[in-house]
């Protein structure tokens, strides 16, 4: 059987992984769990290591790094450490999931008949509404992504065997090294929360790599836990955050034409975000005009950048 390499990240949120663990302990199939704890200041570490000693199923490994490296860079150094023990396959999951006991005996059995896929997706259900589905994966569409049977019932589309898809979410990805990039890693580090699985997915597709989802693989997420930590979701500094994210992997990705009409094609789409957010035509006409020059220039969005956007919501002052 292959052996898989689980991976979770947690950033303050030990009450979240320990759900996830306590799952996956009750998981079939042969795999290890890295948990890096993302430079956490709470107690995570304190709370976790002895549940990751005490859960016996399946071996865990907690990793400790010293700082908040990002969702992206968490899982890249994640990833790296869990290749030390050479598996075969690797999954990615937030830790604000919840497992089906056979969801990665689902994902291989696919994976074993059809092995011209190379990346997979569980069918991702709301965790608090599991007959709901939140992600099948999803398409790339001009400039954006589109996700697959969002708040579709499950009963309704569990009879598909897969899904063909060209973008996957970051909250669950199952691939093989061999997608890894040169140095190790999974994603890029241009973004330190948010984007880096549209960028994947972008780079799947230049490289012809096939993606599915499973449908009969099935997790639950509890839908933007992670962000609990943020002092709001749903705020102008996030919604910024993210189209300017897909506008820097559009230039990268796309020749300059179609780059130029993806940030036509954004302002079309965002600005009604922007004034609904701000109750201004006049601010979101700013912010939008803010969003088009830097887009122009700027190649990451840093720590500094998410603090600014998320935390201390001082970025358009």
């Known amino acids: 059987m292959i052996m898989t390499a689980v991976i979770l990240i947690n950033w303050n949120g030990a009450a979240d992984t320990i759900d996830c663990l306590e799952s996956l302990d009750r998981a079939e199939g042969e795999f290890f769990v890295v948990v890096a704890d993302n430079g956490s200041t709470d107690n995570s570490v304190e709370v976790l290591a002895p549940l990751c000693e005490n859960l016996k199923n399946h071996p865990i490994h907690l990793l400790k790094l010293d700082k908040n490296y990002g969702f992206a860079g968490g899982n890249n150094r994640a990833v790296k450490f869990a290749m030390k023990y050479n598996p075969e396959s690797?999954?990615?999951?937030?830790?604000?999931?919840?497992?089906?006991?056979?969801?990665?005996?689902?994902?291989?059995?696919?994976?074993?008949?059809?092995?011209?896929?190379?990346v997979l997706s569980p069918?991702?259900?709301?965790?608090?509404d599991k007959s709901l589905v939140w992600s099948c994966g999803g398409r790339l569409i001009f400039g954006s992504r589109k996700s697959y049977y969002r708040d579709v019932k499950y009963s309704d589309i569990c009879n598909n065997a897969f899904l063909n898809i060209s973008f996957v979410s970051g909250c669950a990805l199952f691939c093989f090294p061999e997608i890894l990039q040169n140095d190790g890693?999974?994603?890029?580090?241009?973004?330190?929360?948010?984007?880096?699985?549209?960028?994947?997915?972008?780079?799947?597709?230049?490289?012809k790599v096939k993606m599915a989802c499973v449908t009969d693989s099935v997790i639950y997420h509890k839908v933007a836990s992670s962000q609990k930590n943020t002092n709001d979701t749903y705020n102008i500094g996030r919604y910024y955050m993210y189209y300017l994210?897909?506008?820097?992997?559009a230039r990268l990705h796309f020749h300059n034409l179609q780059f130029q009409l993806i940030r036509v094609l954004t302002v079309l789409s965002s600005v009604s975000y922007f004034y609904r957010l701000s109750g201004s035509l006049k601010k979101a006409i700013s912010i939008e005009k803010r969003l088009m020059k830097v887009s122009l220039v700027k190649d990451s969005i840093g720590y500094e950048e998410f603090q600014s956007l998320m935390i201390d919501k001082n970025y358009f002052e």
Request: glycine content about 4%; hydrophobic content about 40%; some cysteine.
């Open 123 to 128: 069918c991702i259900n709301y965790y608090y």
């Open 245 to 249: 994210g897909r506008l820097i992997s």
């Open 90 to 118: 690797i999954m990615l999951l937030n830790n604000d999931t919840v497992v089906d006991s056979q969801f990665l005996l689902r994902l291989l059995d696919f994976s074993q008949k059809n092995v011209e896929y190379r």
């Open 185 to 207: 890693s999974l994603f890029t580090e241009r973004f330190f929360f948010g984007e880096e699985d549209y960028e994947f997915s972008l780079r799947m597709r230049e490289k």
